[in-house]
């Protein structure tokens, strides 16, 4: 009995001793307990003139409309022409491979046909596109968006660059927009558009990979390579197609792949919008923009300048020039070596044809030129290849 009155007594006391300590907490401001520092988990924001995830739709929309098929094929007349100029040089069982890469018959026996893409580049029906795509063909039929279908006629075609143009009888076409290729980045969103495997219409997505590439893909003593490297998918049929930025302009134009197969197998390779602008013109003015300075020249290392005891290591050699040709006229000599065209820096061929590709019949260039050590400007007006 005892225990049991201990028992309630402590309970008394313990409950009166939590209620006073209730009613001073009630007269005093409330306590503040320290809190953990908070440590924000945002990332950083990215300033990005475009939605994050990226969609495509806008790019896309944009561009499709611009983007043609072109089903080029050669008459029977055309045809055999053709195997008459084969028999009298003695024919060439891979002549098919390299000639149509994208059908007809084996052994150039037979009618070459294709299809590939192009780009409108202008509101009455110029479209440009690869000159493999049309090359060895006298008819073409392009194929719009909205499935009008009208006859191709070529204007011209610039072996170097592997660019054609060519024209339909048309009027108020969508065109594509050119972007600036110096600007493109590598890693930079782009899209190819085109109509692979006859797939017409067909939307891929990649990056740019890589600026400036040379791949000796284009069989011309004058090739002009400077290719945009992506791994956006191109296929057979792609070729002449548009690789556009996010916002559905031109960054160039699809014309090659990397591949063992045949198809796309990583990487493929599009010519610059600049240098797509350049040619195009020149095509549409003169029917091809065969300018030409008349010159066969090497490209001057270290070890070529000592060889021919040059007193400068990089240029551009001149080893012989064309008979009444644009620097024969100006006073340009064998053994001269050209170092700067207009000022801009020279340090090989490919880049002293970049130059010229970009000039006008009629137009003045100023070479400078080292002649036994000594330089020397020389004008030189240029004339068509």
């Known amino acids: 009995m005892k225990n049991i009155l201990s028992l309630v007594f402590a309970g008394i006391i313990g409950g009166l001793i939590t209620l006073g300590g209730f009613q001073l907490m009630q007269d005093k401001e409330p306590v503040q307990l320290p809190v953990a520092k908070q440590v924000s988990t945002t990332a950083p924001s990215y300033t990005s003139s475009?939605?994050?995830?990226?969609?495509?739709t806008e790019a896309a929309n944009i561009a499709m409309p611009t983007v043609v098929h072109i089903k080029a094929s050669e008459s029977r007349g055309?045809?055999?022409?053709?195997?008459?100029?084969?028999?009298?040089?003695?024919?060439?069982?891979?002549?098919?491979?390299?000639?149509s890469p994208f059908g007809g018959s084996p052994f150039g026996g037979g009618q070459k046909k294709g299809t590939g893409s192009g780009v409108i580049i202008s509101t009455d029906g110029y479209i440009v596109t690869n000159k493999h795509v049309v090359d060895f063909a006298d008819e073409l039929e392009v194929t719009l968006y909205d499935d009008r279908t009208f006859k191709g006629t070529k204007i011209g075609i610039d072996p170097r660059t592997d660019l054609a143009v060519i024209k339909i009888d048309s009027e108020n076409l969508p065109t594509i927009e050119f972007m600036n290729s110096d600007q493109a980045q590598v890693g930079e969103w782009v899209l190819?558009?085109?109509?692979?495997?006859?797939?017409t219409s067909t939307v891929t997505a990649g990056i740019i990979s890589a600026k400036g590439r040379s791949i000796g893909v284009i069989k011309d003593k004058q090739a002009i390579e400077n290719f945009i490297q992506t791994d956006a998918v191109v296929n057979p049929g792609n070729s002449g197609g548009a690789l556009v930025d996010l916002d559905g302009r031109l960054v160039g134009i699809n014309t090659a792949i990397a591949t063992p197969t045949g198809t796309f197998a990583g990487y493929s390779f599009a010519?610059?919008?600049?240098?797509?602008?350049?040619?195009t013109d020149h095509i549409i003015e003169?029917?091809?923009?065969?300018?030409?300075?008349?010159?066969k020249v090497s490209d001057v290392t270290k070890d070529f300048a000592e060889e021919r005891n040059l007193s400068v290591i990089s240029g551009v050699y001149i080893e012989e020039l064309v008979d009444g040709g644009a620097a024969q006229y100006a006073g340009v000599l064998p053994n001269d070596v050209i170092t700067r065209v207009d000022g801009t820096r020279v340090a090989d061929a490919p880049a002293l044809i970049d130059i010229v590709s970009k000039a006008k019949v009629g137009e003045t260039l100023e070479l400078t030129v080292n002649r036994d050590g000594r330089t020397k400007n020389i004008q030189v007006t240029l004339k068509a290849g």
Do not use: C, T, W
Request: net charge negative; charged share 20%; glycine share 10%.
């Open 286 to 295: 003169h029917g091809g923009p065969r300018v030409a300075l008349g010159v």
């Open 78 to 99: 055309q045809a055999q022409y053709r195997r008459d100029e084969q028999q009298e040089r003695g024919g060439n069982m891979f002549d098919f491979f390299f000639d």
């Open 271 to 279: 010519i610059p919008s600049n240098m797509v602008m350049d040619i």
């Open 192 to 199: 190819a558009v085109g109509n692979p495997f006859d797939l």
């Open 50 to 56: 475009k939605p994050i995830p990226l969609n495509f």
